[in-house]
């Protein structure tokens, strides 16, 4: 070995807790390679000896064939001096070794080795519904502390066989610290036969499945009868419910699927992917009432593959859970909570530590929406581009996820739910010790909605210990957008379109357009407010919005689903001034044009009326309704008390009413909905854009806020703002609705940390 060297070589990413060191050691070995393999806190850190030929084939095979979790940021390696010795080793990292990452992975979907063992008849893991290993299965579900290993698990009590523990203790085995490694001998197992659950479906009844991160309700989906059960039992009656597909091909079968939508749902993190029916499917109507899409996901657990591995079905697969509490993810809670609901339990014995819903994705030409953040998602961190103090920052009371950071990386939470429940606020509570606990974490700052009546508010108030920064909604939400996309402190225009938010002036914002940074913004547009009779009752209750904007119009006799008392009853409180804050929120602005069409009176959920206006609209339109941009001005109360008072601050109302005018003209002269509702998303599009040019300047743009999730209004704004030549910063890894606010609440807190 005279012509041997030794080189150091330091890898960067996402490569700890993901099979990277056995890798690494079975990569050596091939070569006949000594050395060695260590964490370190930056990532992985190798010694590796041997000829110059095989050191370049070593660094080669570490940047091609690494395992399918890992994600290399940077692989450096330079000469050190030659050590004696031929092995190759991993050298065990300690819980005391200073401030080691904790590299916990999010749960992964079935990998295709493990696939192979299952369907295999030779093999010891066939039709074993917990088979998995460090390329996939359970993480952030099953994980109770640091540092991740068995002991911290809720496999903690399954004590490995001899043929599992071989595996887990052998460096150059597929299992090697695979820390949930089980096999029927010694894992976890079912109540009752999967055959059994199977055939209950078979007849319309509907069975509680236990999954990574809670229970689903299934059933059915080509059984209308059945589905429709379920809505009964579930008190759900409109909101649709996702459903999961045997493979790929199934979901062609009923669905139209680019490259790209392929690709994300057989992606490791297996999200719910919106996309859009087929006609004449076999798919019940009740699945998704009213809805040009549906939420497709393919199986993610062996369990799953060993359902639909039996029986072609299509299941509707819905969060057991009611309303917007979180999801049920114990066996005794499911069964005394859910027996009205489940005809028959399948279940196990793997305790779920952190329940986790389903993450949903609604990918929209090269922009990825992603809807609900949460399984096979979390807890991957977030890059920021700053480093600062560690900050737990509580989001909003909708849509809640909290953001914990620390160092120059930020974790964003699982989608926890909504906190006007009071089921949610335990959930809550148990997901900040959870992952304050994980990562080691004691915060430092809080940063939270400046909304007092929030539950998370009032939260952060009784914590005392730590700096805490209020946070103007809409400030956040594009401070998020910042941050996502790995801004530094820069002034940025920010587009936020939202359905409501706190406004440090007392009215509910939510279409407004900031000049902002990290540390302050100001409000430089806004859609001119209107009143918003009944306050929070009107977003649930579109014809309310819409009794508002038809006020100066007198045309409310356009709204003839709604008994003519109760619209007088309306415009008396809008007379008298009775529970009737103003609002500049686009999303209540939707909510009229839908009501005013007919298309929705009532939200059956959020954002109910404004998705159903969205899918209606004829893609083909290009037309415009007119708009006027004016002078406004509101006495806006100081930020805090530290920052300077800011008086009678002057900006640009955008005014709507006469595109309210022209499509109650258009309605009532029988123009087609799906021209009208294309026109008004025009309309939208185009106002923002154009008030964005008188703005003028050069600053990059971002748009957040709960109406991005909208198609048309991202790609339309995307467009014309970029044909003026401004960047256009939008959201891909993040939530642009509320689960995504306590990134930017986060990133704020940092600088006013300063
Ligand atoms: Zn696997
Ligand atoms: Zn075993
Ligand atoms: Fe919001």
Same mark, same amino acid.
């Given at each position: 070995m005279g012509n041997s060297e030794r080189w150091l070589i330091e890898v960067t990413g996402t490569v700890q807790g993901v099979g990277f060191r056995p890798f690494v050691y079975r990569t050596a070995h091939e070569l006949g390679l000594a050395g060695l393999v260590r964490n370190t806190p930056e990532g992985v850190t190798i010694e590796a000896q041997g000829t110059p030929e095989r050191l370049y084939q070593f660094v080669e095979k570490l940047n091609s064939d690494h395992p399918p979790l890992a994600q290399i940021q940077c692989l450096d390696h330079s000469p050190i001096s030659i050590q004696p010795g031929i092995a190759f080793t991993i050298v065990e990292s300690h819980q005391g070794d200073g401030n080691l990452t904790p590299a916990i992975s999010p749960d992964i979907a079935t990998c295709d080795d493990c696939l192979r063992e299952l369907i295999s008849e030779e093999d010891r893991r066939h039709s074993y519904a917990f088979t998995n290993c460090t390329n996939c299965g359970p993480r952030y579900t099953i994980?109770?502390?640091?540092? !991740?290993d068995r002991s911290k698990t809720s496999m903690k009590d399954f004590i490995m066989c001899q043929a599992c523990r071989s595996e887990y203790d052998n460096p150059s085995d597929r299992r090697f610290h695979a820390q949930p490694n089980a096999c029927p001998s010694c894992g976890p197992q079912l109540n009752i036969p999967i055959d059994e659950a199977l055939a209950c479906i078979a007849q319309g009844n509907i069975v509680a499945i236990k999954g990574l991160g809670g229970f689903h309700l299934a059933c059915d989906a080509t059984n209308d009868e059945a589905v429709k059960r379920l809505r009964r039992r579930k008190r759900r009656d409109m909101k649709p419910f996702a459903i999961m597909v045997r493979d790929l091909d199934a979901a062609v079968e009923i669905c139209h699927i680019s490259d790209e939508e392929a690709h994300l749902l057989t992606s490791p993190q297996r999200p719910i992917v919106l996309l859009k029916k087929r006609d004449n499917i076999p798919i019940a109507e009740s699945v998704a009432p009213d809805n040009k899409c549906l939420g497709v996901m393919l199986p993610y657990t062996p369990l799953h593959h060993l359902f639909f591995g039996r029986s072609p079905l299509f299941l509707v697969m819905t969060s057991a859970n009611f309303s917007e509490e979180p999801i049920i993810s114990d066996n005794n809670e499911a069964t005394s909570r859910l027996a009205d609901v489940a005809d028959t339990f399948l279940y196990h014995n793997r305790p779920i530590h952190m329940r986790t819903d389903d993450s949903v994705i609604r990918p929209v030409g090269r922009h990825n929406i992603l809807m609900r953040r949460a399984r096979g998602y979390v807890p991957s961190p977030v890059p920021l581009p700053f480093k600062g103090p560690n900050v737990l920052a509580l989001g909003g009371d909708i849509k809640n996820a909290i953001c914990i950071t620390n160092g120059s990386n930020a974790y964003l939470s699982q989608h926890i739910g909504d906190l006007a429940n009071i089921e949610t606020h335990s959930h809550f509570e148990d997901v900040i010790e959870h992952l304050c606990n994980l990562l080691k974490v004691e915060p430092e700052v809080i940063a939270c909605d400046?909304?007092?009546? !929030?539950y998370s508010t009032q939260y952060a108030n009784r914590r005392i210990s730590e700096q805490l920064y209020s946070i103007q909604h809409h400030h956040a939400h594009i401070a998020s957008c910042m941050a996502e996309n790995g801004l530094a402190n820069q002034k940025v225009i920010g587009i936020a379109l939202d359905g409501a938010g706190y406004g440090p002036d007392g009215t509910i914002w939510g279409g407004e357009i900031l000049r902002a940074d990290y540390e302050d913004f100001e409000r430089l547009a806004r859609i001119k407010p209107v009143m918003q009779p009944g306050g929070d009752l009107a977003a649930r209750e579109p014809w309310r919005m819409a009794v508002a904007y038809l006020r100066e119009l007198s045309a409310k006799t356009i709204l003839n689903d709604i008994p003519e008392n109760e619209i007088d009853l309306v415009e008396q409180a809008m007379e008298k001034d009775i529970n009737c804050p103003l609002t500049s929120s686009l999303g209540r602005l939707f909510d009229a044009v839908a009501a005013i069409l007919g298309i929705a009176t009532h939200n059956a959920f959020e954002g109910h009326a404004a998705m159903l206006l969205e899918q209606v609209a004829d893609d083909k339109n290009n037309s415009l309704y007119s708009w006027r941009v004016g002078a406004g001005s509101s006495s806006t109360a100081p930020l805090d008390q530290r920052r300077r008072p800011r008086a009678d601050l002057l900006f640009i109302n955008i005014d709507f009413q006469p595109t309210i005018q022209e499509i109650v003209q258009d309605s009532i002269g029988s123009v087609k909905i799906s021209n009208i509702s294309a026109k008004f998303h025009n309309t939208v599009v185009a106002a923002f854009a154009e008030v964005v040019k008188m703005i003028g300047g050069d600053e990059p743009v971002c748009l957040s806020g709960g109406c991005m999730q909208n198609a048309w209004l991202l790609l339309g704004l995307t467009k014309s703002l970029e044909a003026q030549g401004r960047t256009v910063y939008t959201h891909d890894l993040v939530p642009p609705n509320d689960g995504g606010l306590a990134l930017g609440q986060a990133a704020i807190a940092i600088w006013r940390n300063r």
């Open positions: 994980i109770e502390g640091f540092p !991740y400046m909304h007092r009546d !929030y």
